[in-house]
């Protein structure tokens, strides 16, 4: 009897455990920022610290000024935190002038606040609109904290003081700053949901001439202009700066709308089988969830053909098979590569600067983690097929597909081959490679280029060549005739 007590007791003590655990592990599951969020919401992601090491200093992390929770604690960008408050004051007193002036605001539509014996108070204008920025984002906290991907520690007053601090500081920025350029702004770990800013933006006076929307967007536009300039397209955004742009009505941060405006227009593409592509939603969901999985598998899906990217030879050996490349039209879509027959192979320009490398990696790294778009990802990979020596660079640069404004053709070399390490894109660009491919295994094409490269490059190359071809003709005619007379 002793035994089997000992043996039940055993068990309880084990059943007990395993319920502890169930329980321990249920509360960390329902706690966990990509469980509790609504799928599809979450778009802002830390970068896997492999990606932090892959270049020093971190291509992720802001060098100047930290936006939202990520980087909060960095010790070494508190000095800027009092320049946030001195915009978002800046800000906010200016909007209340232009209110008092105008006269636009009734006292009825302000809120009235009573002292203990019943004496009105009133607040400095500049004061009664932060409080309404702070009532707006206060209603909109859980709907913020779903778009991180992880739980935010902090406070429920921590948190909605810094969304406005720095969300009045970025509208400020964008105001003071109207085509200047920040990268720290556009890095992925370093966002604030979009709708934010469109929050506290509808509290702020501006120029009579400009609705609210138009304005804002032309903000963005014009803050974002410096990359397109640099990435291969030439768009022009103040005449695309609409009420609320189709294109961009969803976007969910500075990044996003980059990401968006970069995009190849959809008959650019036709060549990606969009049925065999899983749905948006779909495509999401499986990020989130296979997020580790994602950035350490050694390969893209190999079982899966229809993933399956094909890759070009360098730019090099293409053209010593024939191929001549050509700058892609400036009306044309970025990230644009076509093949034709004849051997001609077109590409969208792109300028190489000091903050390519940066907003090249974060645009990436949003694609991967979040955004269902492989767009920059795709662009990235063949331009790294393409790229492995600094005479690949020249031949690129010699026909103004690359203009490198780094000064040295090397560091072009080292931007792309870096670029790529686990980057895993789909099959949009694939009909063009094998086109590509096919060229470069004709036989006819590699021996038609070597001639014209060694024999045929200038007119005297030429007249060697000919007056050779004669000369040989020449003693074989004579050595024939000579045998025929002795016969």
């Known amino acids: ?223 974002l202009k410096f990359c397109l300039r640099m990435l291969p397209t030439e768009k022009n955004l103040v005449e695309r700066a609409q009420p609320l742009p189709e294109e961009c009505q969803d976007a969910k941060h500075l990044l996003d709308i980059l990401c968006i405006l970069l995009q190849p227009s959809p008959q650019s593409d036709k060549h990606v089988l969009e049925a065999n592509l899983p749905s948006s939603s779909t495509w999401k969901i499986q990020k989130n969830i296979a997020l580790l999985e994602k950035f350490n598998r050694g390969a893209c899906a190999s079982t899966n053909h229809e993933y399956e990217v094909h890759l070009i030879p360098r730019a090099t050996d293409l053209k010593r098979a024939g191929v001549r490349f050509k700058r892609g039209s400036q009306k044309a879509d970025s990230m644009s590569f076509k093949f ?13 600067d000091d903050g390519t490398d940066t907003i090249l ?36 640069r010699q026909v103004g597909i690359i203009n490198n404004h780094l000064g040295c053709d090397e560091d072009v070399v080292n931007i792309f081959n870096k670029l790529c390490v686990d980057v895993f894109p789909d099959s949009r660009y694939n009909s063009t490679t094998h086109e590509v491919n096919k060229f470069y295994n004709q036989s006819w094409s590699t021996w038609k280029a070597m001639l014209k490269s060694e024999y045929f490059h200038n007119p005297w190359a030429i007249v060697s060549v000919f007056a050779a071809v004669l000369l040989i003709l020449l003693t074989l005619t004579s050595t024939v005739t000579g045998i025929l007379q002795v016969t």
């Open 1 to 223: 009897m002793s035994e089997i007590s000992i043996a039940e007791a055993e068990n309880y003590t084990f059943s007990v455990e395993i319920e502890e655990l169930s329980n321990l592990i249920q509360t960390r599951i329902q706690n966990s920022a990509l469980h509790s969020a609504t799928p599809g919401r979450c778009s802002i992601h830390r970068v896997p610290e492999k990606f932090h090491k892959m270049t020093e200093p971190s291509q992720y992390k802001p060098q100047v000024i930290s936006i939202g929770p990520f980087h909060r604690k960095d010790q070494s960008l508190k000095a800027m935190e009092d320049l946030k408050l001195f915009y978002a004051h800046h800000l906010l007193t200016r909007t209340a002038e232009k209110n008092i002036k105008e006269e636009v605001v009734a006292t009825t539509s302000r809120p009235i606040n009573l002292d203990s014996p019943g004496t009105l108070v009133k607040k400095p204008g500049w004061v009664t609109i932060l409080d309404e920025c702070i009532q707006s984002i206060k209603k909109k906290e859980p709907e913020i904290r779903d778009c991180y991907s992880e739980a935010i520690d902090l406070s429920s007053g921590e948190f909605v003081d810094m969304m406005v601090i720095d969300g009045l500081f970025i509208i400020e920025d964008f105001i003071r700053a109207f085509a200047g350029r920040s990268i720290d702004l556009l890095l992925l770990e370093n966002q604030l949901p979009f709708f934010v800013l469109q929050c506290l933006f509808d509290h702020i006076a501006l120029p009579d001439q400009f609705p609210k929307t138009v304005f804002l967007w032309m903000m963005v536009f014009h803050r």
């Open 340 to 352: 034709s027959s004849d051997g001609i192979f077109e590409i969208s320009p792109i300028s190489i």
């Open 361 to 396: 990696r974060n645009i990436i790294a949003f694609e991967q983690l979040y955004s269902g778009r492989s767009d920059m990802s795709c662009y990235a990979v063949l331009m790294d097929c393409l790229i492995n020596s600094v005479e690949d660079v020249e031949i690129l």
